[in-house]
């Protein structure tokens, strides 16, 4: 559900450092325009030239940089460029989350989409679609890819996967479909729909051009009455002549919509006598005639437009410019019992305490935050030695007094050749005791 970044032309920039770093131009649809490769670490002069002339060339409003090895002398180099050379202009970067982008570009549907073009590059492409549109690029990796939880290895994988599927579905079906740009991967878990009428899809718009209406979908074969019933309300199609192809708005309810409609364009409210009579009229319910209302009210919406968007940013963060009490912005990027890791743009991951995510008391983090989350947090602690940051969330934050990154007294354990000492100030050690906890 995170907030795509449309109608932008984006760099997207897979890091590596002994193989290089692979970059691809997209335009504003994610169209494939051409890509590069840097050594941002062995010729860094020559990747300031190359992403410089690349952000002319393709006209880059975006770059899209993935978080894995490398990922740190890539910002300072895109920072570098953009603030020497694209000051004035609105040109930003943001770090794109890189989980499952390997198994993309080694699947069939990354071969069937770029056969010509090296895994490497499909990664690079990969990122860049990450930003533009989330949803249709993750669709085509394994949900269980991505990464979804510390424990997903054990438990029943089949159970794990029906689960994950059905939630995959049910967000695909809340945000919509566009029909004439959709990819198979993503029309597979529209209702009412699975891969092989997917594909079905897909060829008849191949062989005979962009679906023109709700109506022809009935004309490819394999798709019934049923799933045509089950399917129609999520497939929008913004070219149609009939306005309602691109609502929520199923077609079996085009009828009492074309009555509601010369109300919402005149921005009058339906009497309560018309509104019953149309009820009766059509048979429909009172809470569908209302969500009929509003769709027609908010034509074209997202639902994934009350989401927090990426981060963008102009310059680079380091772990030398953090204070303790410095307000940050960042992002959940997992959750776990005792907290949750933050991304706040740097190579390091922050971490928040579950004692430190609200002013009350809080027994499961998941209650407060979730992945994807992008909130403002305050800084409460540093260890520069090892480079951990703690983090708050709390109204009035307060510093920690001790700066090993956790806020606890440190212990030293003397280590000999039976194992580790106790303590010297007699509290009993127990060096799997955190494990036993959990």
């Known amino acids: 559900m995170t907030k795509p970044i449309k109608e932008s032309r984006v760099l997207g920039i897979d890091p590596g ?30 990747a300031y030239k190359q992403i410089n002339e690349a952000i002319d ?46 198994v993309y570009s080694a699947s069939p549907v990354a071969t069937e989409e770029f056969p010509e073009l090296d895994l490497t590059i499909r990664g690079a492409i990969s990122m860049g679609r990450r930003l533009q549109d989330p949803l249709a690029e993750l669709v085509k990796i394994d949900p269980k890819s991505i990464g979804v939880g510390l424990y997903q290895h054990d438990v029943n994988q089949k159970k794990l996967a ?7 579905s049910g967000v695909v079906n809340r945000v919509g479909v566009n029909l004439n740009t959709a990819s198979y991967m993503l029309l597979k878990y529209v209702s009412g729909i699975n891969l092989s009428l997917a594909k079905k899809i897909v060829k008849y718009r191949d062989e005979h051009g962009k679906i023109k209406s709700r109506e022809d979908l009935k004309k490819i074969s394999g798709l019934g009455p049923k799933a045509f019933e089950q399917c129609a309300g999520f497939l929008k199609i913004p070219e149609s002549a009939e306005i309602l192809d691109n609502t929520w708005v199923h077609p079996e309810n085009y009828a009492v919509a074309r009555e509601i409609l010369p109300f919402v364009r005149e921005k009058k409210s339906i009497p309560s006598q018309t509104k019953q009579n149309l009820l009766q009229k059509y048979g429909v319910g009172e809470t569908t005639f209302d969500d009929i209302i509003d769709e ?24 030398e410019d953090l204070k303790v009490g410095m307000k940050v912005t960042g992002k959940i990027k997992n959750v776990v019992d005792f907290g949750a890791f933050v991304d706040i743009g740097l190579h390091e991951t922050a971490l928040i305490h579950v004692s430190e995510l609200s002013d009350k008391f809080v027994s499961d983090p998941m209650e407060i935050v979730k992945v994807g989350d992008v909130k403002e947090f305050t800084i409460i602690a540093l260890d520069r ?50 494990l036993l906890k959990r």
Not at 22 to 41: M, R, S
Not at 76 to 93: G, I, P
Not at 162 to 168: A, F, G, H, K, T
């Open 296 to 319: 027609l009210q908010k034509p074209n919406r997202d639902a994934r437009d009350g989401y927090p968007a990426p981060i963008m940013q102009k310059g680079v963060l380091s772990f």
């Open 17 to 46: 450092i002994r193989t290089g770093t692979k970059c691809a131009a997209l335009d504003e649809t994610g169209k494939f325009l051409g890509y590069f490769k840097i050594f941002q670490v062995q010729n860094p002069a020559d």
């Open 57 to 102: 060339k393709f006209d880059i409003q975006i770059v899209a940089i993935g978080n894995g090895t490398g990922s740190a002398e890539v910002q300072s180099l895109v920072a570098k460029v953009l603030s020497e050379n694209y000051a004035d202009a609105d040109v930003k970067y943001t770090v794109v989350d890189e989980s499952g982008a390997s």
């Open 162 to 168: 029906e689960q994950l599927d059905e939630v995959v």
């Open 385 to 434: 030695e090892r480079e951990r940051i703690s983090l708050s969330l709390k109204t009035n934050a307060k510093p920690k007094s001790e700066t090993n990154g956790t806020g606890t007294k440190k212990i030293v354990v003397k280590k000999t050749r039976s194992g580790p000492q106790a303590p010297s100030d007699g509290m009993k050690y127990n060096p799997f005791a955190s």
